[in-house]
């Protein structure tokens, strides 16, 4: 939840010889592409309308599995397929804890980059400096701090921010094919949730690879693996009956 769209750069750099275009996207001011709490489904939707494609799959990642969630079932013309990356509408106390304090608690600047990475325990020096910008007295992070204070205000208070939306519901009004896929080690998607998972949807598969929540930052080989079957069969099965185009969009 802590990265912006380069984060999927080696996932989208040798994409599935059917799949001649991939484009990822981070929530606008979430990263590098400019209030996270705005980017909905039409925002989504717009980023295709501005690639000129017509269909596509989606492909997100926590928070992005929400936002692909509600593109895929309110805009169903629009979406070939629907892939959720260690995604379930009941974040796991754990997870859900840790997220709150490593965000909640992030300074409005660090010193160095060096020290932001000690923060968020990450040692990818190009990343973290794609992810900052240059502030007075240090580093911040390139997001906008309400998604931070969202957070602040959970250790605070305790209560979570209304997301105005039944994600579960969502998930069973989606009509293309859903894979999710879970961390094994995941501390935000819970074993009891697959089930649940299941129950919403007939449409949706789920799949485990060896990883915690960042599965494709942890295990990029064992992400490609579990995903590239999923568009394969999107390919041979969905395509060339709907004239859908070869295209994803991951977040």
Same mark, same amino acid.
């Given at each position: 939840?802590?990265?912006?769209?380069?984060?999927?750069?080696?996932?989208?750099?040798?994409?599935?010889? !059917?799949?001649?275009?991939?484009?990822?996207?981070?929530?606008?001011? +979430?990263?590098?592409?400019?209030?996270?709490?705005?980017?909905?489904? !039409?925002?989504?939707?717009?980023?295709?309308?501005?690639?000129?494609? =017509? *269909?596509?799959?989606?492909?997100?990642?926590?928070?992005?599995?929400?936002? /692909?969630?509600?593109?895929?079932?309110?805009?169903?013309?629009?979406?070939? %397929?629907?892939?959720?990356?260690?995604?379930? =509408?009941?974040?796991?106390?754990?997870?859900?804890?840790?997220?709150?304090?490593? @965000? %909640?608690?992030?300074?409005?600047?660090?010193?160095? @980059?060096?020290?932001?990475?000690?923060?968020?325990?990450? #040692?990818?020096?190009? *990343?973290? $400096?794609? +992810?900052?910008?240059? @502030? /007075?007295?240090? +580093?911040?992070?390139?997001?906008?701090?309400?998604?931070?204070?969202?957070?602040?205000?959970?250790?605070?208070?305790?209560? *979570?921010?209304?997301?105005?939306?039944?994600?579960?519901?969502?998930?069973?009004?989606?009509?293309?094919?859903?894979?999710?896929?879970?961390?094994?080690?995941?501390?935000?998607?819970?074993?009891?949730?697959?089930?649940?998972?299941?129950?919403?949807?007939? *449409?949706?598969?789920?799949?485990?690879?060896?990883?915690?929540?960042?599965?494709? %930052? $942890?295990?990029?080989?064992?992400?490609?693996? !579990?995903?590239?079957?999923?568009?394969? #069969?999107?390919?041979?099965?969905?395509?060339?009956?709907?004239?859908?185009?070869?295209?994803?969009?991951?977040?």
């Amino acid at each position: 939840m802590t990265g912006p769209a380069p984060d999927w750069d080696p996932s989208t750099a040798d994409p599935p010889a !059917a799949y001649d275009h991939m484009r990822a996207t981070c929530p606008v001011a +979430y990263g590098t592409t400019g209030d996270w709490a705005v980017f909905k489904h !039409a925002d989504i939707v717009r980023v295709l309308d501005h690639l000129g494609w =017509p *269909r596509a799959v989606l492909v997100g990642h926590s928070m992005g599995g929400r936002s /692909a969630t509600c593109a895929a079932a309110r805009q169903p013309e629009r979406i070939a %397929g629907l892939a959720l990356i260690d995604f379930s =509408p009941d974040v796991a106390p754990a997870g859900g804890q840790r997220v709150a304090q490593s @965000v %909640g608690n992030t300074p409005d600047a660090f010193a160095s @980059v060096e020290e932001a990475m000690k923060y968020f325990h990450h #040692s990818d020096r190009e *990343r973290y $400096e794609a +992810y900052l910008r240059p @502030v /007075a007295g240090g +580093y911040a992070p390139k997001r906008d701090p309400f998604f931070r204070n969202q957070f602040r205000r959970v250790l605070e208070t305790g209560e *979570r921010p209304k997301l105005g939306v039944d994600l579960w519901q969502l998930i069973g009004e989606v009509r293309c094919p859903v894979l999710s896929m879970r961390g094994g080690r995941s501390d935000m998607y819970a074993v009891e949730a697959k089930e649940k998972m299941r129950a919403a949807n007939a *449409r949706l598969a789920i799949v485990e690879v060896d990883a915690g929540h960042d599965i494709a %930052g $942890e295990n990029l080989q064992g992400f490609l693996a !579990a995903l590239r079957p999923f568009l394969a #069969s999107l390919e041979e099965k969905a395509m060339p009956a709907r004239g859908i185009d070869p295209r994803a969009v991951v977040e």
